[in-house]
């Protein structure tokens, strides 16, 4: 079986960030990572590999050359290859872009199995997957919490709201977005760290792939707005304890 | 912009087990806006079987136009089916733009949807603006730190509206809109839905409970638990609850799971703690009376709808609170069970 798994590099969360026109600038210290449903995207191929000895897995990020510890981090989890489509991150490749140039590299790869996070962590727009599918002429099935394969067919089950979930059976080759459940990604192991060190990714230069005009635009980024009062209590950890300890008695909360 | 007089916005109301899901008017409201902003005619669309008397709900509160398709064999939601019998549909209704929720069930048709009808796709609307070249659509990005704002360069639009950030569109009798019957054999879809079954998630009390403290990520490990668990003792009726990455760890059960894909809670109080306020958990908890934020993170984004904002880390603040608290409170609530433990 020959599964890809798309992973997005993404700024840690707890990064703080500036805002310069339409970019979106993190302040020092930088630290990325893989996005966390990316990364369980890949715990689940490698579940599969687990299982299933003649699986083989490809691993694949598209942006800027420092992508490429993302992509060794997934070599160093175990996947056997990787593949980096280089591209700028600025502007941000609009979701129809990405899944444009993942098709046109995955065409023609044999995939079985594709794989994506349910959202890149950051974007948070669940797009790009069920886009490549489209181009694919598969059938996407997105917030898959469990899966099995059983020959050429799957057997998989999405989440929904308030946790009800839809149990589905499809055909491969097919296409599924991973929603977080109770699975927690592996950790790199040592020895598939150095064999990683000592791997070059496949790099294919976007530029050489076929995308079609993008049909939005990013015009402007600002703060969000603030919804309530958002008092922000000062002073040492003790004084706010009691600051906050008053409002609630004066409110008749405590 | 090519939005003709005569073109509509098309709602894809949600149901499931024969009942509308109260989104559907969010997304009116959102399409009422884009309908005075764009010049377009809003129109909605129920798919499945025995959709008729939905249809009929949708046009008597809304006088809107509304689309009945009975689809052979779709019993229950099928991202699938229901994607391939709107493109179908979709040209004849002369659709300048076809709004769905930012819900699970969104998520799995409407992105394939644009593709399919290259379209633009909007995905976790909040709002809407006429800018100088046209609409402008915003929406939250990078964990809630930043709101983006989207201009359209091409139609139709595919968007999913952001569940709890447009106000519902009030229940009134506008008037009874026209319902069309259209019966569409079963689409050739290639994943088959087998059945439909509740979650694992036990009630965990939350929404009987008048204070709610809400466990993130942020509380670090397992043990850290204990420190919300007395500060939900602090109170006389209190649950503890936690945002879905502390229920996959498995540190509280999936009945104290509050969001999207959890529980909707409107307690008096709010206590959050460790939790960055995405807004799959925010949609989940943004009616409480009173919002406590606690953060490390100075721009987390439950800070922009928190009444009072704590930038501290928790295993500090909460000791604070406690010891200062343990002079005024009454003794017996800090003794016996304490609540929510995991089950
Ligand atoms: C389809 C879908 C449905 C979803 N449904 C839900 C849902 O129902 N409910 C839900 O909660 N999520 C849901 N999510 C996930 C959601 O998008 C977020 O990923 C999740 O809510 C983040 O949880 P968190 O805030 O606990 O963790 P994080 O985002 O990791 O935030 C942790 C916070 O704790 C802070 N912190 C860290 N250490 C400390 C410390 N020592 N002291 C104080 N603060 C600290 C950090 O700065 C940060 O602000 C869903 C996602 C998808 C895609
Ligand atoms: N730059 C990228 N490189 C590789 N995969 C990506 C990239 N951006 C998004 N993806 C994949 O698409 C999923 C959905 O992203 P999004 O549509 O941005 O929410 C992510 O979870 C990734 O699996």
């Known amino acids: ?254 | 912009m090519s939005a003709g007089a005569k073109s509509r916005v098309v709602v894809v109301a949600e149901h499931s087990q024969g009942r509308l899901s109260p989104v559907n008017w969010e997304l009116m409201a959102c399409a009422g806006q884009m309908a005075r902003v764009l010049g377009l005619e809003v129109a909605a669309a129920v798919l499945g079987q025995g959709v008729e008397p939905l249809a009929g709900e949708i046009a008597q509160r809304t006088g809107v136009k509304v689309w009945a398709v009975e689809v052979e064999g779709m019993a229950a939601f099928h991202g699938e089916a229901q994607r391939l019998a709107l493109a179908q549909l979709l040209p004849a209704w002369r659709a300048q733009a076809v709004v769905g929720a930012h819900s699970t069930s969104g998520l799995d048709w409407a992105p394939g949807l644009a593709a399919r009808l290259e379209a633009a796709y909007l995905p976790g609307v909040e709002g809407l603006s006429a800018g100088p070249e046209g609409p402008r659509f915003s929406r939250t990005a990078h964990y809630g730190k930043v709101r983006e704002e989207l201009a359209p360069t091409a139609w139709p639009l595919v968007l999913t509206v952001q569940p709890g950030t447009f106000p519902a569109a009030p229940p009134g009798e506008a008037g009874h809109g026209e319902v069309e019957v259209v019966r569409l054999p079963a689409p050739p879809c290639r994943s088959q839905l087998l059945e439909v079954v509740d979650g694992a998630g036990t009630d965990a009390g939350l929404g009987r409970a008048k204070v709610v403290v809400a466990a993130g990520r942020g509380v670090g490990q397992a043990e850290n638990l204990e420190l919300l668990r007395r500060l939900a003792g602090l109170f006389s009726s209190a649950a503890l609850a936690g945002s879905r990455p502390v229920c996959d760890l498995g540190w509280l059960g999936y009945g104290h799971q509050v969001g999207l894909t959890g529980a909707t809670v409107s307690p008096s109080l709010y206590i959050a703690c460790g939790i960055s306020g995405a807004r799959q958990h925010t949609v989940g908890m943004q009616g409480s009376g009173f919002i406590v934020a606690i953060s490390n993170d100075p721009q987390a984004a439950i800070f922009n709808l928190a009444d009072v904002c704590i930038v501290e880390d928790l295993t500090v603040l909460i000791p604070a609170l406690l010891e200062q608290a343990s002079g005024y409170s009454d003794p017996a609530s800090l003794q016996g069970d304490l609540p929510g433990r995991p089950g």
Request: aromatic content about 4%.
């Open chain 1, 1 to 254: 079986m020959r599964i890809l798994v798309c992973i997005k590099q993404v700024w840690e969360p707890e990064s703080l960030f500036d805002l310069q026109g339409t970019e979106l600038r993190p302040r020092p210290p930088l630290r990325r990572k893989v996005g966390s449903y990316d990364e369980l995207a890949l715990e689940e191929a490698l579940r599969l590999k687990d299982r299933l000895p003649r699986t083989n897995l490809t691993v694949l990020s598209v942006g800027p050359p420092p992508v490429v510890d993302v992509l060794r981090r997934a070599l160093g989890m175990g996947a056997d290859r990787a593949v980096h489509i280089l591209a700028p991150d600025q502007p941000p490749p609009r979701p129809a872009t990405l899944a444009a140039w993942i098709a046109a590299w995955a065409q023609g790869q044999n995939f079985d199995l594709i794989l994506t996070g349910v959202m890149s962590e950051d974007a948070m727009q669940g797009a790009v997957g069920p886009m490549l599918a489209a181009h694919l002429g598969w059938p996407p099935v997105t917030s898959v919490v469990s899966l099995k394969v059983d020959g050429h067919a799957l057997a998989v089950e999405r989440e929904m709201e308030g946790g009800r979930r839809q149990r589905l059976a499809l055909p491969l080759p097919a296409l599924l977005t991973v929603q977080s459940g109770p699975n927690q990604p592996r950790y790199p192991t040592l020895s598939n760290l150095l064999r990683a060190k000592k791997t070059t990714p496949l790099t294919v230069d976007a530029a050489g792939l076929a995308a079609p005009p993008d049909r939005e635009k990013v015009v402007a980024l600002t703060p969000p707005e603030k919804r309530r009062a958002g008092l922000v209590l000062e002073g040492s950890a003790a004084q706010k304890a009691e600051r906050l300890l008053a409002m609630l008695r004066e409110r008749a909360l405590l």
